[in-house]
């Protein structure tokens, strides 16, 4: 059995703060709308909460552009905001995570104002600066996330700086010593402060390879940086370096974003030994629907392909590292939408998708509104859309003529992380409860029906079955603990595996189409009972029978 610890055995819930619950009016979620909302979340029987960056922002990557590290941006409240949230949360015995952006600063925050101002500043080296191709290109053929060349050239001094998502999010230069030092220190302050773990954004990245060297492009014209930088080892001393430094010595948790990342790079960071982070979130099942022109494409996740994918981090990280599960998060569209059914049978597909994600092994992340299964938006205009990544790349493509204006909003709709972003639904009033005022995106019309107050107290609802899930994680440590066993993996539309521990055996078959199917029945299991589904008459163990998006839990009889 692996090591036991708290942040196995939880759920956390992801709150996307500027979506989640306005208390005052302005349109945009805040602290005190948090907290409004922890009963609810208490219900729900979550373990803790990761909030997404709270701290002062221009905005232009909703946060993750931080100018100060130290204190919370006014549109979401105050210190004391924040100080009772950590109280009102442990009130409740639950947990807060913070999210950390050590990859980058906004261009706003002062240390880069110092950086850029003159090539003799004490803070020069706080950023990576390089000069220009004799021709006054950038220094080579990288390019940045949002779109565009990974360098921005400054005028003053004549030097480009680094930055991998975009022009406003310069990265931090971590082989300077002094910077690394700052940092820890600020993770040390917030640890005082009474936070419970951190969510390391794109943590792999930090470490940037010595050569600069180009790289093969793609369509964009540009190389993507970002495997080579998560492949470059000293990304490890850092990380060893920032445990010893600032994490140890505290009962906390760390989850590392792991951009770009391998098998072999992950089992490093999530190391069991506690070298450096407890758990990664791996990317690869969520880019198994993109293609030349990056996600903008109808393409859809073959299952096939996620249940290799899935199995392979499964057995990789058994005893050897730790996987934060997710199938949703403030950078992705709806998994309801994606890989389920937006209409009749959107609740048992619902269902059955966390069935599958919180039976494997490691720990269930659930975003918020993912519990009422809130669909992705149908766009139709990009005045519509906030997300700078969907509005620059319409913009890319939509005006070279490689995609239509039509296709784009498709795919927009489909994939942008937009579409994960529209304000959570409470109720069927106004703008769904989320504000009294105009939200600052657009919420889903679907509120009318698909809302929080409609589901709470509906037995059948996917707010309840959440909860038990959440419950059933409790009961049975195998599902925590057990080893991972894939059956019937060549099977084209279910996935399914067995959790398997000395007390206990339990077989997991979520179909993935919507239709029915004939599953066989292992064997062993043919006296076995179902402890959960989402079928209210299921005819698998008595005929083999999964009906469409039906998920089954099954304990095998005698252990
Ligand atoms: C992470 C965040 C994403 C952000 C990016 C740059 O991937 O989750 O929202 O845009 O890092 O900080
Ligand atoms: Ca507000």
Redesign the pocket.
């Known amino acids: 059995m692996t090591d036991p610890k708290w942040w196995k055995e939880s759920v956390i819930y992801q709150i996307y703060p500027k979506s989640f619950c306005d208390s005052n009016g302005d349109g945009i979620g805040d602290i005190p709308g948090i907290i409004s909302k922890l009963d609810y979340l208490k219900e729900l029987g979550v373990d803790g909460i990761w909030v997404c960056p709270m701290y002062p922002s221009p905005g232009y ?2 946060g ?1 552009d931080i100018s100060d590290y130290e204190d919370i941006d006014p549109i979401f409240g105050t210190m004391e905001d924040f100080d009772r949230l950590i109280s009102e949360v442990h009130a409740r015995n639950m947990k807060l995570i913070i999210d950390l ?1 050590l ?2 600063t906004s261009s706003a925050h002062p240390w880069f104002q110092e950086s850029r101002a003159s090539l003799e500043s004490g803070k020069r080296n706080y950023y990576i600066w390089r000069k220009g191709n004799p021709d006054g290109s950038p220094p080579n053929n990288w390019g940045a996330l949002f779109g565009g060349s990974a360098w921005t050239l400054e005028e003053k001094g004549g030097e480009y700086y680094l930055n991998l ?1 975009s022009a406003p ?1 310069p990265d931090l230069n971590w082989r300077n010593p002094a910077l690394r030092q700052e940092l820890y220190a600020i993770i040390r302050r917030w640890l005082e402060r009474g936070v419970d773990g951190f969510r390391m ?2 943590i792999s990245l930090i470490a940037k390879p010595e050569d600069f060297e180009d790289g093969p492009t793609g369509r964009s014209g540009f190389h993507d940086p970002r495997a080579r930088a998560a492949a470059n080892p000293q990304v490890h001393e850092y990380i060893r370096e920032m445990r010893r430094e600032a994490f140890e010595g505290h009962n906390i948790v760390t989850v590392g ?1 792991a ?1 770009a990342t391998s098998l072999e790079e992950a089992k490093i960071f999530s190391n069991p030994d506690g070298s450096e982070l407890n758990m990664v979130f791996q990317f690869e099942h969520m880019d198994l629907d993109g293609g030349e022109t990056f996600k903008w494409t109808d393409q859809t996740i073959p299952i096939p392909a996620l249940k290799q994918v899935m199995t392979k981090w499964q057995l990789g990280l058994h005893n050897q590292g730790w996987n934060g599960l997710f199938w949703n ?3 992705q569209p709806r998994m309801v939408s994606r890989l389920g059914d937006e209409g009749e049978l959107r609740e048992r597909s619902a269902k059955m998708l966390a069935t599958c994600l919180h039976l494997l092994q490691g720990t269930p992340f659930v975003y918020q509104g993912e519990e009422l299964g809130m669909t992705s938006m149908d766009f139709t205009d990009i005045s519509q859309l906030r997300d700078s ?1 969907s509005i620059n790349a319409y913009n890319r493509y939509v005006s070279s003529g490689e995609i239509s204006h039509a296709d784009m909003m498709r795919y927009i709709s489909m994939k942008s ?1 937009d579409s994960g972003r529209t304000p959570m639904q409470w109720n069927d009033s106004a703008y769904g409860g989320f504000t009294t005022g105009t939200p600052w995106m657009p919420v889903n019309p679907n509120y009318v029906s698909i809302n929080a107050a409609e589901q709470e107290n509906r037995q059948n609802s996917v707010f309840s079955f959440y909860k038990e899930l959440i419950a059933l994680r409790k009961k049975h440590k195998v599902i925590v603990y057990g080893g991972y066993e894939p059956y019937c993996i060549e099977h084209p539309e279910v996935f399914s595996y067995f959790r398997k521990s000395e007390a206990e055996t339990l077989l997991v078959c979520c179909n993935f189409s919507s239709k029915a199917v004939l599953f066989p029945v292992p064997e062993e299991f043919g006296n076995a009972v179902q402890i959960l589904g989402n079928v209210e008459d299921s005819h698998y163990l008595s005929e083999g029978i999964l009906a469409s998006f039906e998920a089954v839990i099954l304990k095998r009889n005698g252990g």
Do not use: A
């Open positions: 990557d909703n993750y952006v990859n980058h998502f999010q954004d794109v974003e951009s998060n403030h950078d990544e992380r």
